[in-house]
């Protein structure tokens, strides 16, 4: 199986506003007793996405993808026919959470649902949501510690510089605006402001 690439570029879908014949993808993860204990990210064909840790849709959060990633996903869900086919690898193994990969354009909709599956196509797209996922709460965390808990404020940046490094950071369009937030206030720690700095940089100049 190809490596899958995913890095910062130049063009981000908007924030969520679906149209009303427009493709959606959308995973769900149920795991009770992991954190968070369930999740869902939505993305639309003709821009935007959200991440909601609730079964509310009023509590989901618009998010900004770059393009290239929705295009993958999308093309991943074409190869795998919209889930109209089982995608559970049926092994007696241990549970690793109830996830959902749900397909929906006008008024067609599929989808499946497994524990754990065998399928390369469905490792890679389930991948590229779970890095949505995880990317948009260290998002959440550094605004919760940018309002909250000043002494927080480089662990948050320090995570996210891990992702960064390591080329798992998604949504770098909203990540931009709070390293440039962090790196202008004299508030936080002057090593924090540093590294906010050089991180936004280097993301200014990966585009």
């Keep these: 199986m190809k490596r899958l690439i995913l890095i910062a570029a130049s063009f981000v879908l908007p924030a969520a506003g679906w149209a009303g014949d427009a493709g959606r993808l959308t995973f769900i993860k149920s795991f009770p007793g992991s954190v968070p204990p369930y999740f869902a990210v939505t993305i639309a064909e003709d821009g935007g996405a959200t991440y909601n840790e609730s079964e509310d849709p009023d509590n989901s959060e618009n998010v900004h993808l770059e393009a290239p990633i929705a295009k993958q996903a999308f093309e991943l869900a074409d190869r795998l ?16 959470g109830q996830k959902t990969l749900r397909w929906e354009s006008g008024g067609d909709a599929s989808e499946a649902k497994y524990n754990y599956s065998t399928i390369d196509d469905v490792k890679a797209l389930a991948e590229i949501f779970e890095r949505i996922a995880d990317c948009e709460r260290m998002i959440l965390e550094l605004r919760r510690v940018l309002k909250h808990d000043r002494l927080g404020v480089n662990d948050a940046v320090v995570h996210l510089q891990i992702a960064w490094d390591n080329k798992r950071l998604l949504l770098t369009a909203d990540v931009l605006p709070l390293l440039d937030e962090v790196a202008a206030n004299d508030a936080y720690i002057h090593m924090a402001r540093e590294r906010a700095a050089r991180m936004a940089d280097a993301i200014r100049a990966s585009r």
Excluded: T, Y
Aim: hydrophobic content about 40%.
């Design 81 to 96: 026919d919209h889930f109209k086919r089982p995608v559970e690898s049926g092994l007696k193994i241990a549970n690793m």
